[in-house]
Nanobody
Framework: QVRLVESGGGSVQAGGSLRLSCVAS????????MTWYRQAPGKQRALVAI???????NYADSVKGRFTISRDNAKNTIYLQMNNLKPEDAAVYYC????????WGQGTQVTVSS
């Protein structure tokens, strides 16, 4: 059974930092492209950051220079370090694993107050 479990969300003030984690099980983690998405109320789910199985990362323009995605294949875990958070970063953050199929986690809430 595939499971993706996000953690690390919470409430911070603008300018603060959070680190999200996503632990995967039931997949060959090292072969998967891993992605962080977010969805704010009333908006579509949007890609935030992606990291390939080779460790190549790309980011949405809105988070470049502030967010960093990383992966630890030994721990079947990806991370999203979020710095200088802005109110517009508030959303539910989801991780996804993609190889032959795509699997999603349940999400973790991030709230940013101004």
């Amino acid at each position: 059974q595939v499971r993706l479990v996000e953690s690390g969300g919470g409430s911070v003030q603008a300018g603060g930092s959070l680190r999200l984690s996503c632990v995967a099980s039931g997949i060959i983690f090292s072969r998967n492209t891993m992605t962080w998405y977010r969805q704010a109320p009333g908006k579509q789910r949007a890609l935030v950051a992606i990291i390939s199985n080779a460790g190549i990362a790309n980011y949405a323009d809105s988070v470049k220079g502030r967010f960093t995605i990383s992966r630890d294949n030994a721990k079947n875990t990806i991370y999203l370090q979020m710095n200088n958070l802005k109110p517009e970063d508030a959303a539910v953050y989801y991780c996804a694993a993609s190889w032959v199929s795509t699997y999603w986690g349940q999400g973790t809430q991030v709230t940013v107050s101004s």
